[in-house]
């Protein structure tokens, strides 16, 4: 059964930093992009961040970009997000996803976690 | 970046009707690389259709997906209560960013 969990949301101020975790089981981790995708609350998705199965590439949204950094660990089947320099608009539930994607891209997300909270007070 | 624009925002229907939502994009979307998702209040996304048309695994036969270049859309051919959520469409045929529509809400 495919498993993702995601764990680290929390409460924070404007400026501060956070780092996201992502334990995914049930496949073969490295041979799937995985993503960070975001729901500001009341809000639509929005794509964030992947990182391809290998872990050589990485890409990010405009909004974050130089700010939020994707890595993983494929040994240990996590996926992180290192969030710095965060305000107000950063608030919202971060899921994490699986792509079906074997390479670079992440293509369709077919499993996703519950997602994590991050609030960001101004 | 591929812009991906719902319509409508909400959709009032009864259960056992039919409900269309549709999703267009601002430039043709490449093989078709257009998925759907369901997502019930308080619970993640769900990939109900991939490839534009190709239903995921479980997922009922009365949810199809048709569509190519820049129009698509997502059919329920007799809504069930636990249909009622809301869709997003989503454009991963083309490089980064990858987008998704601003969702329809299928209200009772």
């Known amino acids: 059964e495919v498993q993702v969990l995601e764990s680290g949301g929390g409460l924070l101020q404007r400026g501060g930093s956070l780092r996201l975790s992502c334990a995914a089981s049930g496949f073969t981790f490295s041979n799937c992009a995985m993503s960070w995708v975001r729901q500001a609350p009341g809000k639509g998705l929005e794509w964030v961040s992947t990182?391809?199965?290998?872990?050589?590439?990485?890409f990010y949204a405009v909004s974050v970009m130089g700010r939020f950094t994707i890595s993983r660990d494929n040994s240990k089947g996590m996926v992180y997000l290192q969030m710095n320099s965060l305000t107000a608009e950063d608030t919202a539930t971060y899921y994490c996803?699986?792509?079906?994607?074997?390479?670079?891209?992440?293509?369709?997300?077919?499993?996703w976690g519950q997602g994590t909270l991050v609030t960001v007070s101004s | 970046e591929i812009v991906l624009t719902q319509s409508p925002g909400t959709l009032s229907l009864s259960p056992g009707e039919r409900a269309t939502l549709s999703c267009r994009a601002s430039q043709s979307i490449p093989s078709s690389y257009l998925a759907w998702y369901q997502q019930i209040p308080g619970q993640a996304p769900r990939l109900l259709i991939s490839?534009?048309?190709r239903r995921a695994t479980g997922i009922p036969d009365r949810f199809s997906g048709t569509g190519s270049g820049t129009d698509f859309t997502l059919t329920i051919s007799r809504l069930e209560p636990e249909d009622f959520a809301v869709y997003f469409c989503?454009?991963?045929?083309?490089?980064?960013?990858?987008?998704f529509g601003q969702g329809t809400k299928v209200e009772i």
């Open positions: 490839g534009a048309s």
């Open positions: 990182v391809s199965a290998g872990g050589g590439s990485t």
């Open positions: 989503h454009q991963y045929g083309s490089s980064p960013p990858w987008t």
């Open positions: 996803a699986k792509g079906t994607g074997s390479g670079s891209y992440p293509y369709q997300f077919d499993y």
